[in-house]
């Protein structure tokens, strides 16, 4: 998986700059995203963003999601009651980021990113018949690429240090501190200087589920987005 994100900064990074404009930092953008799950439950939701660029070398960013994991808190039985169909993993989530970034120019259509950022997640589960709630949050780092192929195409790719926590808030509460990496790649298509249509695939993501039942966590794995840009 690190091989794809390193071609594809290395591809972002040779690209000809010929008569081709850099990226633009100020958009919104809805998006409809999917991961892995444990099981035979989808995992998806919708996430809004936005980004405004100033100064030309610097942006802020922020973004919501929500969405269900492994079939949300409708599918998760009681586990662990006997006879019980277990799904553990399944929660309704709601998440939001925020960052400030510096874009530093490395030709007229290539920048190079670096990020920090904090990110937090809010799961609602059921364990035993009881309603849970959990939260994941991180302080993140991130350092990364934008590159104008053409003057429509982009292709960009990041890698993110996170270093975080995930918290059981059930009868027997229970922290688990995670430091992570994880890899991004996408690239976005802009049909008019406004309208933008975009895919990004997150690799190796330090996002945590939660198992109510058992007070524990596993990892989450990849993550696909398709989403819409309007930009300003």
């Known amino acids: 998986m690190r091989s794809i994100t390193l071609l594809a900064a290395t591809a972002a990074l040779t690209v000809s700059s010929a008569a081709v404009a850099g990226p633009n930092y100020t958009y919104a953008q809805l998006g409809f995203f999917t ?6 439950e989808d995992t998806g939701g919708l996430e809004l963003n ?6 030309e070398l610097f942006h802020v960013g922020a973004g919501i999601a929500a969405g269900e994991w492994n079939g949300g808190r409708s599918k998760q039985s009681d586990c662990p009651t006997p006879d019980a169909t277990c799904n553990p993993y399944a929660a309704d989530i709601d998440s939001y980021e925020v960052y400030f970034g510096v874009n530093p120019a490395i030709t007229d259509n290539v920048d190079a ?11 609602k589960g059921r364990a035993a018949g009881v309603n849970q709630k959990g939260e994941d949050e991180a302080l993140l780092l991130s350092f990364g690429t934008r590159a104008m192929i053409t003057e429509k195409f982009e292709l960009n790719a990041f890698a993110t240090y996170a270093a975080g926590s995930t918290k059981v808030k059930n009868e027997t509460p229970s922290k688990t501190d ?10 976005i298509y802009n049909f008019t200087d ?13 996002l945590r589920l939660i198992n109510f039942a058992a007070s524990s966590t596993v990892e989450v794995g990849s993550v696909g987005t398709l989403f819409a840009r309007v930009n300003f």
Request: without cysteine.
């Open 178 to 187: 995670f430091v992570d990496w994880s890899y991004t790649v996408g690239g």
């Open 35 to 40: 991961a892995d799950s444990q099981g035979k």
């Open 194 to 206: 406004m309208f933008a249509a975009g895919i990004k695939l997150e690799l190796e993501t330090p």
């Open 50 to 55: 936005g980004s405004f660029g100033f100064a």
């Open 113 to 123: 990113i670096v990020r920090v950022g904090y990110a937090a997640s809010d799961f």
